[in-house]
């Protein structure tokens, strides 16, 4: 067990939860990638890149649950940094594997890649707001079989997250983009300024 790891870790995931909570109050975490939110993501996402070159995957028996829920958060959260989150996604599948972390951290990973690089989803965790002004999950591989996927790294069905998003997005005050297309198209902007696409 590494405490000063652990401490670090968890403190990044607090600054970011502050931020986001300042961004919500303010109305302005939904106008696209806010500048302060994305300062602090690319902080964090180049120090955990730093933890893991020194110390691997901080999982369980390094830091413990809760700060390995924190490292996966924050790598979930470095979505302009697609070199990381691409280095990592065969590392979380072995420390799933190892039980150093929960299965479905790697699936919600490896959602994170197919949509930003364009391709369809498997386990159906990324969503976003459809045509119709909906909160919705992003395009699946197999839609038929998506909720054995979810079951298989111990996530719910799709039907009851996206109900859940769905609440959350109303809570937060979150609305859907004025212009659809608008939207699409600086997402993709976006993606390849960053290197997805």
């Known amino acids: 067990m590494n405490p000063k790891l652990k401490k670090e870790l968890l403190e990044m995931v607090r600054e970011d939860?502050?931020?986001?909570?300042?961004?919500?109050?303010?109305?302005d975490l939904f106008q696209g990638y806010n500048s302060r939110m994305a300062d602090v993501h690319q902080r964090n996402a180049q120090r955990l890149d730093a933890i893991i070159d020194q110390h691997g995957w901080p999982g369980n028996s390094l830091v413990g649950e809760e700060a390995a829920n924190a490292a996966w958060l924050i790598l979930q959260h470095a979505i302009g940094s697609p070199a990381l989150q691409r280095k990592c996604l065969p590392i979380l599948k072995e420390n799933a594997e190892l039980g150093e972390i929960e299965p479905f951290q790697a699936a919600y990973l490896e959602d994170r890649i197919c949509v930003f690089e364009g391709r369809l989803q498997r386990y159906g965790t990324h969503?976003?707001?459809?045509?119709?002004?909906?909160?919705?999950?992003?395009?699946?591989?197999?839609?038929?079989?998506?909720?054995?996927?979810?079951?298989?790294v111990g996530l719910g069905s799709l039907s009851e997250r996206t109900k859940q998003m769905r609440r959350q997005a109303r809570l937060e005050r979150q609305s859907p983009p004025s212009d659809f297309e608008k939207h699409r198209v600086e997402a993709k902007s976006w993606a390849k300024s960053v290197g997805w696409l």
């Open 17 to 27: 939860d502050r931020v986001r909570a300042e961004l919500v109050a303010s109305g």
């Open 127 to 152: 969503f976003d707001w459809d045509e119709n002004g909906e909160l919705s999950p992003q395009p699946l591989q197999d839609a038929e079989r998506v909720d054995e996927y979810r079951r298989s």
